[in-house]
């Protein structure tokens, strides 16, 4: 959900649904939350309960493979037991709080979980492929100038199973027929700052007893925090690691992301090889356009000198109004040219197709119209 542009359809109104009060998600939260848990534990959980372990593996195939959250509709479990499981086990803890369509098929959630916190999630389809982008905390800390995720600061951390259900959310949404096929982990925060949890969430989208998606088909996207990336690449779970750069140079880039006072380009660059050197796999560079700011062609420049350093490819992303904000997009002229420094320089560039603009698609924007005034 990082700010998404280009080739955008023409905007339309957006087919908007408010549905519950985000206060009313607090209600919840009373049952043993089934999203929280591996197989081994909720095995362990059904034994304590004087249940048999066997059980809990057809509520997991219920809820994955079906992606069905009633427990009444579990229907190979005797009356008696989904009687028993009623109050004592919950699948799905937040509330839609509105829901979004886009005239190009992206759908867009806003979903509230306990504690008011608000969170945001996006379908995104685009031929045989529908991919899932999600948040792991509700707001966010690193303050990147240009994106709405952060104006509101970070309220609190997600848990492992909301970030698992803001799949099931999202799938249920799509329809049981067509799986998702991807998940990007690029919405609202920083994933590598709630990591604990950032893990357990993809483990689970990863095992085979939860969501079944494999690893290669998972991207996790990060403003750059060497540690953690390092330990990421140490669990060696295939997955696409995507770095938001939006600068070439680091007195550029402190001016647009606050946490680059943090860790300097080139630590960060130092953790990526890392990250390749155990996984083998490449690594993707973001980059947000904006017209003025990071577009010159000095800067595809020495983008393109950096990039070479590094066995990765690059995202242009044209940058996607937000109300409030003063940032413009660049000219289509602009991009491609910007692209064009970088390819002749010999770097692997795409510019990313704007989506679900409509749907108020970028992070962070359908949290903040939500928002009461």
Known sequence: MSNEPNNVVPPTQPTETPVTPPALAAATGQGLYVLEHNRDSLRQWFEQQGLQPFRADQVLKWVYQKVVSDINKMTDLSKDLRDALRG??????????????AND????????????????????PQEDRRTACLSTQAGCAIGCVFCASGMQGLQRNLTSGEIVEQLLRLQVALGRDKRM???????MGEPLANFDATIDAIYTINEKWGFGLGARHITVSTVGIPKRIRELADHNLQLNLAISLHAPTDALRKQLVPWAEQFTIKEIFEAAKYYFDITGREITLEYVML???????????????????????????????????EYKR???????????????????????KS?????????GQLRRRAAPE
């Open 330 to 352: 660049p000219s289509v002229d602009q991009v491609y040219a910007f692209q064009e420094v970088l390819r002749q320089a010999g770097v692997r560039t795409k510019v990313r």
């Open 291 to 325: 017209a003025g700011i990071n577009d010159h062609m000095t800067q595809a420049n020495q983008l393109s000198k950096i990039a070479r350093t590094l066995r990765c490819s690059v995202n242009l992303i044209p940058f996607n109004p937000v109300e409030g904000l």
């Open 88 to 101: 004592r086990m919950e699948v799905f803890r937040s509330q839609i709080a509105r829901q979004s369509r």
């Open 181 to 187: 096929t991807h998940v990007v982990i690029m919405g």
């Open 355 to 363: 989506r679900g603009v409509a749907a108020d698609a970028a992070c």
């Open 105 to 124: 098929g992206v759908i867009k959630l806003l979903l509230a979980f306990p504690e008011d916190a608000q969170v945001e999630c996006v379908m995104i």
